[in-house]
Nanobody
Framework: QVQVVESGGGLVQPGGSLRLSCAAS????????MGWYRQAPGKQRELVAT????????NYADSVKGRFIISKDNAKVTGYLQMNSLKPEDTAVYYC???????????????WGQGTQVTVSS
């Protein structure tokens, strides 16, 4: 069994910063990719950023390029999303997603966290 748990959300003023964490635990044989998604009220869930677990290559939504940084700590099996220069339109529930294989002979699958609220408001 695998658990993916986000933390670090909260209320921040426009222009401020927050760092989200995503910890994966349980029966993990390998991780291929970790990503952050967000969903604002009345909108579809959208991709924010992804990082490959082995090579560390990253991908960002245009709306967050230059402001957000995705990173990882392999030893801690934890991913991070550093969010800078936050705007009110960044307000959403942020979800962590991890593509994980639990056994050497099984296919990988996506695991989702429960989400963490980020509110940007003065």
């Amino acid at each position: 069994q695998v658990q993916v748990v986000e933390s670090g959300g909260g209320l921040v003023q426009p222009g401020g910063s927050l760092r989200l964490s995503c910890a994966a635990s349980g029966t993990i044989f390998s991780i291929y990719r970790m990503g952050w998604y967000r969903q604002a009220p009345g909108k579809q869930r959208e991709l924010v950023a992804t990082i490959s677990w082995s090579g560390g290559s990253t991908n960002y939504a245009d709306s967050v390029k230059g402001r957000f940084i995705i990173s990882k700590d392999n030893a801690k099996v934890t991913g991070y999303l550093q969010m800078n220069s936050l705007k009110p339109e960044d307000t959403a529930v942020y979800y962590c997603n991890a593509d994980i294989r639990t056994r050497w002979n099984s296919a990988s699958r996506d695991y989702w966290g429960q989400g963490t609220q980020v509110t940007v408001s003065s």
